[in-house]
């Protein structure tokens, strides 16, 4: 199983989930948003070797945050992964926009100084402005649009600037979510949960929930379980290595 997406600091116990991760062997990016995060939440990936913890500012702290750019500098060499990063163009998060631009772009640009990372990216409501930027900086990586809701139209501009995808029981709940999925390349698809903010029937989502999508993906591209489930591995295996 694998969690390309997940707050594993976020959770009211984050030493159990990663524990239970650990004993399952379930392979986690556990993204932090602020960097100074990053040190607690590399301790709880202590001992199982397939946590990943990535580097991250989250564009809705960005106005509180913008601060810390610093010490995701200084941070930045340590870090294979970035995330989770990216814009939020929700109303609520339009009046500090020019923060998350600010934010964004320099950590794309630290990203192409530092030869590029893998990164966990939040389009919500911005995905065209958030393909700019990306556009705008290619050496900056591999992009993994997370939880992506934009149109038809910007997926396949995303396709195009190489961009992957990592998608959810959450974001499958919906008829969008599934439509969307059907039309994105199989081969740069991951799962996520993005626990434990995303939920599934009224509860946080955990990382083992990611096994809910096998089903929906045998149904879209008409698989068996078998297949999804090594079409996923090998899709990560690319993904870690690029
Ligand atoms: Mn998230």
């Not at 340590?78 to 989770?84: I, K, P, T």
């Not at 109303?91 to 631009?101: G, L, N, S, T, V």
């Not at 969307?180 to 083992?208: C, H, Y």
């Amino acid at each position: 199983m694998i969690d390309f997406h997940c707050h594993l600091d976020l959770y009211p116990n984050p030493l159990q989930v990663a524990r239970d991760c650990a004993k399952w062997g379930i392979y986690v990016l556990s993204v932090t948003t602020t960097p100074s995060a990053w040190t607690g939440t590399v301790g709880l990936a202590e001992g199982a070797s397939r946590i990943r913890t990535a580097l991250g500012l989250h564009p809705q702290l960005a106005h509180q945050r913008k601060s810390e750019l610093g010490l995701f500098e200084q941070l930045l060499p340590q870090a294979r992964y970035v995330g989770e990063i990216g814009l939020d163009g929700s109303p609520e998060c339009r009046a500090y926009w020019e923060d998350q631009i600010t934010v964004f772009g320099y950590i794309l640009s630290a990203c192409v100084d530092a030869g590029g990372r893998v990164l966990s990216i939040h389009s919500r409501r911005a995905a065209s402005a958030v393909l700019d930027k990306l556009e705008a900086q290619p050496a900056a990586g591999t992009p993994v649009l997370h939880w992506f809701s934009g149109t038809i139209r910007e997926m396949q501009r995303a396709i195009k600037l190489g961009c992957w995808f990592s998608i959810g029981p959450a974001m499958l709940a919906s008829e969008k979510g599934r439509a969307l999925t059907a039309k994105m390349p199989p081969d740069r698809i991951v799962t996520e949960t993005d626990g434990p903010f995303a939920q599934i029937d009224g509860n946080s989502a955990f990382p083992w929930d990611c096994a809910r999508v096998v089903p929906i993906l045998t149904s879209l591209w008409d698989k068996p379980p078998g297949a999804v489930e090594e079409q996923l591995r090998i899709n990560l295996r690319r993904l870690t290595r690029s």
